[in-house]
């Protein structure tokens, strides 16, 4: 992707985006979960050159789960393909293909994938924003008590790394 300058068609080519990277979580973590950057990248300062905001694409594998965590900004995911659950704070929530979900600062949340194909939704926001937090113990116990809880899977993906 170029740096200062962002593409104005990414055209889509074989399973994702030309000049797009396919990324996951951490370098060595196999979770099943693939990240595409498609527009934009994170910023440290809004004097940064480049869009104010961030697209990306996340495939889950069958089985696969997103990150149990929460931050201060607030995104919008919309699925593209397959079937999954939206967990967002204690509720869960079947989703699908157009469904549009929004989630809250702080609000804990994870994708599962509740199929036996992949399961890919768009992330969009801000590229200038916080990093993700590990939920605290309060979280997870009101998790756990839940509807919520029988779905999430806390401890599947590796916790962000520290900044």
């Known amino acids: 992707m170029e740096s200062t300058a962002q593409k104005r068609v990414i055209r889509a080519a074989g399973g994702g985006w030309e000049g797009v990277p396919v990324e996951g979580y951490r370098p060595g973590a196999a979770v099943g979960v ?20 961030e697209l990306r694409y996340f495939e889950l594998q069958p089985g696969a789960v997103s990150r149990l965590e929460k931050h201060e900004h607030e995104h919008y995911v919309i699925v593209k393909r397959g079937i ?20 809250g600062p702080l609000e804990v949340h994870q994708f599962v994938n509740r199929g036996d194909e992949p399961f890919g939704f768009y992330c969009f926001v801000d590229a200038m924003r916080d990093f993700s937090q590990e939920p605290t113990q309060a979280d997870l116990d009101r998790l756990t008590a839940s509807p919520a809880g029988k779905i999430a899977k806390p401890f599947a993906v590796p916790p962000p790394q520290k900044r």
Request: glycine fraction near 16%; hydrophobic fraction near 30%; avoid cysteine.
């Open 84 to 103: 999954g659950y939206a967990v967002i704070v204690d509720t869960v929530t079947e989703i699908g293909p157009n469904d549009v979900i929004y989630v």
């Open 34 to 53: 693939e990240r595409h950057t498609i527009v934009g990248g994170r910023k440290g300062d809004a004097n940064e050159p480049g869009p104010s905001k």
